[in-house]
């Protein structure tokens, strides 16, 4: 069962979060559809956040092969996928000799491979390791799958995009339609926590989130909250800094066991999912995500929605208007997000010399 067939259709609806055409047109639509033959690679797959999201990938009725991919032992977390009764074809890949085969065709790679956070740490604290990481994965996807939508999980996101954007421009296969930076979780927290805030139902609450993926860098528009919601400048204020802080409190709960992996996989799996709608040409298909971008001028990349389509993303959107608090507080963002996107460009573009290393 994929996550929207479990979502109740109505006309020109938002599903939690993601605006969809009317029911009669989705369901006339989808039907024409559905025999799309669609590969997922997932790199990283054995993994905290790998393994739940290849279960939900396996259940998701839009994907036909899943491919994971991992330098540690994913053969085993194959063979135990593909034991459940679902149509999803599933295989395991190990060691760069294998990724190849494992991005072979591939029409979406997903790739949560990095270490994760521990107490103490930023998502910035990650950079020296998962940077080069992400920077030997997309080489790969270059050569085995220069037509795949990509979309990073990987910490930090704020620079692992820019880094997976360089190196893609460095191989001549850069299409910023297809690179995305994944953030959903900040959506996915947002819409929760305003639900549980205001009582609302939580199938029916969209917050927007823009900006980055890291601390101050994300930013709720409460202001934009479907149906809308008010809050008094204090509890706009406490909100905000819990969506911001959310993946802290997680790192801490686990106390030095990782950072969050089933919302994650959850958020991720979401993400998957409308990115497959898209491209199968389903109309209407809206996400927040982190991608190349005009929206602010002083950062070439920026999350806000992007209609999704058969090339990826179809149409970064707006901003929408913002308030006062919100206005203060992109201002605010611009330093960290610039620093960390050019963190990322000089990592590919300028890497230090040895001596300097
Ligand atoms: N974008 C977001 O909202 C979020 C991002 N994350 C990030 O996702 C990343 C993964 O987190 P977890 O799954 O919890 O970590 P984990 O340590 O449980 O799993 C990472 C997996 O990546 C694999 N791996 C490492 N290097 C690899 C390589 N070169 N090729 C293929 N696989 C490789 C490891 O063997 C491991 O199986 C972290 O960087 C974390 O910060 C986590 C939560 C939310
Ligand atoms: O906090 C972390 O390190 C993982 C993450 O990005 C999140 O949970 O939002």
Do not use: W
């Not at 795949?148 to 001549?172: F, M, Q």
């Amino acid at each position: 069962m994929s996550l929207l067939a479990s979502r109740k259709l109505s006309a020109a609806r938002q599903v939690n979060g993601r605006t969809a055409a009317p029911a009669v047109a989705v369901r006339a639509s989808r039907r024409s559809l559905r025999c799309e033959a669609r590969k997922v690679a997932l790199l990283g797959a054995a993994g905290g956040i790998g393994q739940p999201l290849a279960l939900l990938l396996k259940m998701n009725k839009f994907v036909t092969e899943l491919a994971l991919y991992d330098i540690g032992n994913v053969v085993g977390v194959a063979a135990d996928l593909s034991h459940c009764n679902t149509p999803v074809k599933v295989a395991g890949y190990t060691g760069p000799e294998e990724l190849g085969a494992c991005l072979k065709g591939a029409d979406l790679v997903v790739i949560p491979a990095g270490v994760p956070r521990k107490p103490g740490m930023t998502r910035d604290d990650l950079f020296n390791t998962n940077a080069g990481i992400v920077k030997g994965l997309i080489e790969a996807v270059a050569k085995h799958a220069p037509q795949a939508v990509i979309e990073i999980i990987t910490n930090p996101v704020n620079s692992t995009v820019p880094i997976a954007a360089e190196t893609l421009k460095a191989l001549g296969v850069y299409d910023p339609k297809k690179l995305i930076g994944v953030s959903s979780l900040d959506i996915v927290r947002a819409n929760t926590f305003v639900s549980e805030a205001r009582g609302l139902d939580m199938k029916d609450v969209d917050v927007p989130v823009i900006g980055g993926h890291a601390g101050a860098t994300i930013l709720p528009l409460l202001s934009q909250t479907t149906p809308a919601v008010t809050f008094t400048d204090a509890e706009k204020k406490a909100m905000t800094d819990k969506i911001q802080n959310a993946g802290t409190v997680v790192v801490e709960a686990k106390a030095g066991k990782g950072s969050a992996t089933l919302s994650m996989a959850y958020a991720a799996a979401r993400m998957a999912e409308s990115t497959l709608l898209g491209l199968n040409g389903e109309p209407n298909i809206y996400e927040c995500a982190f991608v190349a971008s005009e929206v602010v001028p002083e950062v070439p990349y920026f999350a806000t929605k992007v209609l999704l389509g058969p090339q990826g993303v179809a149409k970064v959107m707006g901003m929408g208007e913002l308030d006062s608090f919100e206005k203060a507080a992109l201002q605010a963002m611009i330093p960290q997000l610039k620093g960390e996107i050019q963190k990322g460009i000089d990592f590919v573009k300028n890497p230090p010399k040895p001596a300097e290393a």
